[in-house]
């Protein structure tokens, strides 16, 4: 059996797109094969392989986590994921899931809160990194180009959000999903 640790919180928020990918996703694996523990709120239905994790402290989180020596610890790169790197079990190996274009901090580009050598000693301590298109893997490349880097499209809750009939269709729509 795979377990996996995530240092993500699920927010159990519906705008959350993220999140209703990843619950969407780990929820529809059936329970065996892998465990995804993950921090929920307390109304958050366990299903599928994800299982509700008990502690609720970084310190207790961090002592369950190498109690588990989970197979993969499923971060998001940020500054918070640092403590989990250093003290993780040896043979575990980390994940990060990210969303948002990876530029350093120069004159005339984008802003990032993480300092870059942090940023830099988080992405090359990870395995893999997760993109969600192909531009924001592109940007992870450029600055990591030995980094092992997959593409999991974001999809959509069909059961959630429904594309009205024709009839319904009224005027012109114009849709956006994602972040500039």
Known sequence: MKTIFSIKSFTGNPADGIDNVNMFAFGNILAGGLVFFTDAPEDFAERGCIKKMPAKTVWQKIRLMRRLKPDYLFGNGRISDISFILFKPQKTRYVIDWHTALVRRTEGQWKVRTPWFLRAFIFNRALAVLCVSKYIASTVRAQFPNKKIVVILNGVDTDLFK?????????NQVVFVGTL
Do not use: P
């Not at 594309?163 to 005027?171: I, N, T």
């Open 163 to 171: 594309a009205g009939s024709a009839a319904e269709k009224k005027g």
